[in-house]
């Protein structure tokens, strides 16, 4: 019971220390920077200028101007703040996971923890932790300003001010909470791996975005590898905002990487199981191996 | 430098401690003991394995086989350690990396500053890590071992990339910290600066320890240097005096005896009596680098 409140005390501390230095890193507020203004931009900016132009883009293409603008409305915030994660929202987040892990390999941080008698568990746990508090504060952040926007255009546009559900904020939130978590995570452990950030970040976009959707493509001619797709990852996780979003299945334009190929059901378990595997795999590998 | 009175128990030791990388044996069954209260010489040159050793004793690298133990104090900050170089998060200040440590550890930021203080870098503490010369990262990486005011300090090579001034400072700040009753395991191949601040030294070589021993057991004990003529009549007294193995001739026809400093007056006397004309008397003493240099050669010469 005493090691137990040792390791709870020594996780607390290591995740207060982490989120200190995580709060001063330059990368984080990057990252995070690039999420907001892609998500800014793809869910609002260009239906914005499609809609006061009156000439549908690429991503409008099809859809009336009253449609363009009930999609930019308060109610219609949970699918505007999820349709990003999928793509670029999971890419980010990996990007910022590998970031995390691997940079304390390069810049011998890990090596300066453990050498001045900090377990690695407790270490590893908290900077997994601050991680998580990371991708909680970006959904928040990023919530808060899809709602801000929608307020804003609702206002100009003379638009009765309609908010979202309960239901379908807690829905959003959730299942936005476990595609960023599981890509944050699953960078963590591509930089543990990887002992270094460059590899990882390098083999962990190609795979989140060219080779999954490769395998989904092959799926289509191959029965197994469609088998094996319905389990990666990425299929998962656009499976999941599909099933929150509901897609819409006489449209041939949906947003990219939301997918209707498994249940929102099944979807939610194996990126939960991602979830746990990345920070076993994680503690595993951190307290197995040499620190160089 | 004289053995502390308390240095007798172990605050670290290894028994045929071995890691072997592939085919390469990085350190062979190295078994060493570090006591309480000393500072530790460990000696060798760069690839002797002397890095290895200290990484396996912090626990950073498995052992191929054998063991290695600290049983310094309890807890997380029983050790404090620098290891080959500085590991630092470059975008943040110098401050606010050891904050980070000091978080981790559950320490309080006035322990930060005291080791700031302590390593003479609390005027730019609030540089960042980047932007320091490396001599002050390596002060900083100092720091980080002193936090917590651990019983067991351990560091390798700490005077890389310092200047002769910061050198000083370092070798003075060692020789405190033993004073302070803090234990110094101290890696490095500047042999000058383990003799005047050790007392013992491991000496390694290929991964194998060639000797672990006091500094002055290592350095033979200090021997007298005469010079006096006749030549033949002082060797007879030298030789009385030191015995037939206590005397060695030089080439320069000086001799060598295996006596203590404070035996010089007799020897004076018995020369003078003797009628000889003593012209030099000194203290010779061989230098750690004079026996490592004759250790790793001979140890070169055996292979």
């Known amino acids: ?292 | 430098m004289s053995t502390p009175t308390t240095a007798n128990t172990p605050v670290a030791s290894t028994e045929n401690l071995t890691k072997v990388y592939g085919d390469r044996v990085a350190v062979d069954k190295v078994t060493m003991t570090v006591r309480r209260g000393e500072v530790y010489g460990f000696l060798g040159p760069n690839g002797a394995g002397k890095t290895t050793t200290l990484r396996m004793l912090l626990g950073l690298v498995r052992p191929t086989s054998g063991s290695a133990r600290i049983t310094a104090g309890r807890g997380d900050g029983s050790v404090g350690a620098l290891i080959e170089g500085p590991g630092f998060h470059p975008y943040l200040s110098g401050r606010a990396n050891l904050r980070v440590l000091a978080r981790h550890r559950g320490l309080s930021d006035a322990e930060v500053e005291r080791v700031l203080e302590r390593v003479d870098l609390a005027g730019r503490g609030d540089d960042r890590f980047k932007g320091y010369s490396l001599g002050m990262k390596q002060r900083l990486g100092v720091a980080a071992a002193l936090m917590g005011d651990p019983e067991l300090i351990i560091l390798d090579e700490p005077t890389n990339g310092l200047d002769p001034a910061g050198m000083a400072d370092m070798r003075a700040l060692v020789v405190d910290l033993a004073r302070g009753g803090q234990t110094v395991l101290l890696s490095s191949h500047m042999l000058a600066e383990v003799q005047e601040i050790c007392h013992r030294v491991g000496v390694i070589h290929d991964g194998r320890l060639l000797r672990e021993a006091g500094v002055a057991e290592l350095r033979g004990g200090v021997s007298l240097r005469i010079r006096a003529t006749p030549e033949p009549e002082a060797l007879a007294v030298a030789m009385r005096l030191a015995g037939d193995d206590g005397v060695r001739r030089e080439a320069d026809g000086a001799l060598l005896l295996t006596l203590p400093a404070d035996r010089a007056p007799d020897v004076t006397r018995a020369l003078v009596g003797a009628g000889i004309d003593v012209h030099e008397i000194t203290a010779a003493e061989r230098s750690l680098e004079e026996v490592f240099f004759e250790m790793t050669s001979q140890k070169e010469s055996v292979r």
């Open chain 1, 1 to 292: 019971m005493s090691t137990l409140i040792a390791s709870a005390t020594a996780t607390t501390r290591s995740t207060r220390a982490e989120l200190v230095r995580l709060r001063a890193w330059p990368a984080v507020w990057i990252t995070l920077g690039a999420w907001l203004v892609l998500s800014v931009m793809f869910g609002y900016l260009f239906t914005y200028l499609s809609y006061t132009s009156g000439d549908p883009g690429f991503a409008d293409e099809g859809t009336t101007q009253a449609e363009q603008l009930a999609r930019m409305l308060p109610d219609a915030v949970p699918e505007v703040f999820l349709q990003g994660m999928p793509m670029f929202g999971g890419a980010l987040m990996m990007v910022l996971g590998a970031l995390v892990a691997g940079n304390g390999y390069g810049w011998g941080t890990w090596k300066t923890l453990f050498s001045q008698g900090v377990r690695r568990t407790p270490a590893v746990l908290g900077s997994v932790t601050a991680l998580t508090a990371v991708v909680v504060g970006t959904l928040v952040v990023t919530f808060g300003l899809d709602l801000g926007i929608s307020l804003v255009i609702a206002s100009s546009e003379s638009q009765d001010i309609v908010m979202p559900s309960l239901g379908s904020v807690g829905g959003a939130a959730g299942a936005g909470f476990l595609v960023l978590e599981m890509w944050a995570l699953l960078g963590f452990l591509l930089g543990t791996l990887a002992r270094g950030p460059a590899l990882s970040v390098g083999l962990g976009l190609v795979w989140a975005l060219v080779v999954e959707n490769l395998l989904r493509g092959v799926g289509q001619l191959l029965g197994w590898v469609e088998s094996l797709t319905e389990v990666l990852p990425g299929t998962s996780a656009g499976s999941l905002i599909g099933a929150v979003i509901g897609l819409d299945p006489t449209s041939g334009d949906q947003t990219p990487g939301v997918l209707d190929t498994v249940s929102g059901d099944r979807a939610a378990i194996t990126v939960a199981v991602y979830v746990v595997l990345a920070v076993v795999a994680s503690i595993a590998l951190v307290r197995r191996r040499d620190v160089a």
